[in-house]
């Protein structure tokens, strides 16, 4: 009996400590199993990444050359077509440009307090004008200079006196013609422009008593010789004329006198008393302004805007003896 209990122990024993075994090496096994699994989880997590970072970095050198020269070649075929734009639409003002019609308003024999009502239209009406001033109306009136310098419009020596024995000799008319570009030099701060008018025009007959007929087609010549360029114009106000005290006959002979004309240099005056010239210069802008002209001056003129002039007697008019 006792034989048989020892026995069934033994018996149960062993079993527990094979089935613990057992046991033991299957919880071994299965450990082993997941730590082998996370282990190649890891491996082919760490692997993939691996491979998108070589396939960055080992991306062929030839073709990212190829790449970057193709875009490269569009960006300059882009900047080229926006460059034949400009060009285009540089050319195309420029054409119209040269086509539209001009007009150079220009004032004689100022300043004066004349000056500053004109001033006053030009500026409301953002339009910049040319003032052939004489030298001792600028000593006079240094503050108008300055203000008419300052607003945009252009100055320009017309002679220091005015005074037609200028016209005597060429020494006369140097002196005097020195005298007014000091003074210019004094009020402005800077060197008068080669540019200028002479009193009565280059046609003027006022120099027959003085210098003789040949006085200036001379002196014309001297000045071009010196670099210098003389201003006449083509319309006439009458400002300084029989109809000056007539606005409505001013007004008519401006519009009359720019008929047919492309190009237009108008002589006005700014000294008292012509107020005739304040009174129609608003319909002077006007008319102008609604059949198409460009107003310029000689502040900001052209190589070619000189040189249509030129062909045009308007300017550098070949003087012979008349």
């Known amino acids: ?41 890891k491996q082919v997590e760490t692997h993939s990444n691996g491979d998108a970072r070589q396939k960055l970095d080992e991306e062929p050198k030839e073709q990212t050359h190829v790449a970057k020269q193709a875009k490269l070649s569009q960006q300059i075929q882009q900047l080229n077509e926006k460059i034949k734009e400009l060009e285009t639409e540089l050319n195309k003002d420029t054409e119209q440009e040269k086509a539209k019609k001009k007009v150079f308003l220009t004032f004689d024999d100022g300043p004066s307090p004349l000056t500053n009502e004109i001033l006053d239209i030009l ?70 422009p080669p540019i200028f008018r002479f009193p009565g025009g280059s046609t003027n007959q006022s120099s027959f008593k003085y210098g003789g007929k040949q006085f200036m087609p001379n002196i014309t010549a001297d000045l071009r010789d010196h670099g210098y360029s003389y201003v006449d114009w083509n319309v006439i106000s009458g400002d300084a004329t029989a109809i000056s005290n007539k606005p409505d006959k001013m007004l008519e002979q401006v519009i009359k006198g720019s008929q047919n004309k492309d190009f237009v240099v108008a002589l006005f005056h700014d000294i008292a008393p012509n107020k005739s010239t304040v009174k129609i210069l608003p319909a002077v802008i006007d008319f102008y302004q609604k059949n198409g002209y460009q107003f310029r001056t000689f502040r900001d003129v052209t190589l070619d805007e000189m040189d249509e002039m030129v062909k045009r007697g308007i300017v550098n008019k070949p003087i012979t003896d008349r």
């Not at 034989?3 to 919880?27: D, H």
């Not at 409301?124 to 300052?150: C, L, S, W």
């Not at 005074?163 to 140097?174: A, E, H, R």
């Open 1 to 41: 009996m006792n034989q048989k209990i020892w026995f069934g122990v033994f018996f149960i024993t062993t079993l527990l400590i094979i089935s613990a075994f057992i046991g033991l090496n299957q919880s071994s096994q299965l450990r082993f199993a997941n730590e082998k699994i996370a282990t190649l989880e």
């Open 123 to 192: 500026n409301k009406r953002d339009v910049k004008a040319t003032f052939f001033t004489v030298g001792n109306m600028m000593e006079q009136y240094p503050e108008i200079v300055k203000k008419t310098h300052g607003n945009g419009h252009m100055i320009l020596p017309h002679s220091y006196s005015h005074n037609y024995g200028i016209y005597s000799t060429f020494d006369t008319f140097y002196k005097d013609f020195a005298k007014v570009e000091n003074v210019y030099q004094s009020i402005l701060g800077i060197q008068a």
